[in-house]
């Protein structure tokens, strides 16, 4: 088009049917920012009639307030960049509808030099936002089911991991009860012939004493007293034995362990315990433990009873009190919270005791995992403590730092969904 050429009546409008009929909203301003001309679509988009519009300032018509309703200084609007002869493209802003709603769009402007004034065209992308505020929704809820589903994994490695030690445990806790149970019979039944031997010979050394016997018939006697140690032995076979009996007890308890990390051979039954109740009588078998070393310190809340199974919840009380009580290697304290969370039981057990080293953290719920020396500890406490308690719907957290003591947390719902076992007597 030659730009010379005068604008006929007929050209304009032509060029003003083609501007209605776009479905952007084109306003045309003046110097001073009043609207000049405004298409169809944008009265359609902004609720007013061209007629309405025209001669308006801008800013006082459509910006007055921001978003949330507070005042929108006309300086601070992207329009006093107009003012200021600059040009803006895909600025997102807001105008504000005839009606008072509030209309989010995109706003392009250029400045007409020439005239002193702008021409701006807005599109309404109120529909965009909306599907970004989805997306955005549709991703934080992505990322936060990404987050259970990484927790589920971890609770399925460990699950896996338990279940096929279980297994494990549930073989050897098998293979090694029958030999044990014979060997503690035998070992019983040794006793009491050693001690009926013993009583023998006291008779026989009564007799050498009261002089019934010739003394050259003694002195080959005495001759094998010596040689073979006597006296040691009498008092050494009994030490073997109640050594061995102690040996035997421990071996027992780690296939009791066993067994409960397996689950096999349990007849216990559901009922609703007092945790106080089991506390206490937790911390008066275990008295020995913490005599004149670890003070106790109590701070009970209101709870209330627990379905669960008593022995099995006695047996994590104890592994982690014991726990407690051997990570203070001097004098120390032991403090037990408790504490109701909604539908579940918190029960706090925190020690001034060593604490522990960030790198076995990881490995604290593994069977067999132990820092105890050799035949001080078989590793399986937390274990059997952390699968007893998944098994009720609950769980053990523990906070730990070396130096700065262990807080183990035992988490119990109150009346479990899915009772481990459904043995008579399950809620
Ligand atoms: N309260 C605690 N303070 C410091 N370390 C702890 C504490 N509780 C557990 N541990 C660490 O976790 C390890 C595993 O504990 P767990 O109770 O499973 O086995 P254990 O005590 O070694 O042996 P077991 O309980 O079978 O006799 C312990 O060896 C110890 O290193
Ligand atoms: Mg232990």
């Known amino acids: 088009?030659?730009?010379?050429?005068?604008?006929?009546?007929?050209?304009?409008?032509?060029?003003?049917?083609?501007?209605?009929?776009?479905?952007?909203?084109?306003?045309?301003?003046?110097?001073?920012?009043?609207?000049?001309?405004?298409n169809r679509a944008a009265c359609y988009l902004l609720g007013y009639g061209a007629d309405e519009l025209i001669t308006q300032n801008l800013h006082t018509c459509l910006q007055a307030r921001r978003r949330d309703g507070s005042p929108y200084p006309a300086a601070e609007s992207p329009f006093a960049w107009l003012a200021r002869g600059g040009a803006f493209c895909f600025i997102e802003d807001v105008f504000w509808h005839k009606d008072g709603h509030a209309l989010d769009v995109e706003l392009t402007a250029n400045p007409l030099p020439a005239q002193g004034g702008a021409i701006v065209i807005f599109r309404d992308i109120a529909e965009r936002k909306g599907s970004q505020a989805a997306l955005l929704k549709a991703f934080q809820d992505l990322d936060a089911l990404n987050l259970r589903l990484d927790k589920a994994h971890g609770q399925l490695l460990q699950n896996e991991k338990l279940a096929s030690v279980g297994q494990l445990a549930a073989g050897m806790a098998h293979e090694i009860n029958n030999p044990i149970g014979f060997v503690s019979s035998n070992l019983s039944s040794l006793e009491k012939h050693v001690h009926a031997l013993l009583r023998l010979i006291e008779h026989y050394e009564a007799l050498e004493q009261d002089g019934s016997i010739p003394a050259e018939r003694l002195a080959p006697l005495a001759l094998l007293k010596q040689s073979i140690d006597y006296a040691y032995l009498r008092d050494d076979v009994q030490d073997l034995l109640s050594e061995s009996r102690q040996g035997v007890e421990r071996v027992r308890k780690i296939v009791k362990s066993l067994k409960d990390f397996s689950r096999e051979g349990n007849e216990y039954q559901w009922s609703e315990i007092d945790l106080h109740h089991c506390l206490e009588s937790t911390l008066d078998v275990l008295s020995r433990e913490f005599s004149g070393r670890c003070e106790l310190q109590r701070d009970y809340g209101d709870i209330p009873g627990v379905f669960c199974l008593a022995s099995e919840i006695n047996q994590v009380l104890m592994s982690v009190l014991l726990n407690a009580a051997q990570a203070i290697a001097d004098r120390g304290r032991i403090t037990l919270r408790t504490k109701r969370d909604?539908?579940?039981?918190?029960?706090?057990?925190?020690?001034?005791?060593?604490?522990?080293?960030?790198?076995?953290?990881?490995?604290?719920?593994?069977?067999?995992?132990?820092?105890?020396?050799?035949?001080?500890?078989?590793?399986?406490?937390?274990?059997?403590?952390?699968?007893?308690?998944?098994?009720?719907?609950?769980?053990?957290?523990?906070d730990s730092a070396p130096g700065a003591g262990t807080t183990v947390r035992i988490i119990l719902p109150i009346k479990p969904r899915h009772p481990p076992h459904t043995g008579e007597g399950a809620p």
Do not use: W
């Open 1 to 38: 088009m030659n730009r010379e050429a005068p604008v006929t009546a007929e050209m304009q409008s032509f060029m003003l049917q083609i501007l209605d009929t776009i479905t952007e909203g084109v306003l045309a301003l003046d110097a001073t920012h009043a609207i000049t001309y405004a």
């Open 342 to 398: 909604g539908e579940f039981v918190v029960i706090e057990i925190q020690d001034t005791g060593c604490g522990i080293a960030a790198d076995n953290m990881p490995h604290i719920f593994d069977p067999f995992f132990t820092t105890r020396p050799v035949g001080a500890g078989s590793g399986l406490g937390l274990s059997v403590a952390y699968g007893t308690v998944q098994r009720h719907g609950g769980d053990i957290k523990i």
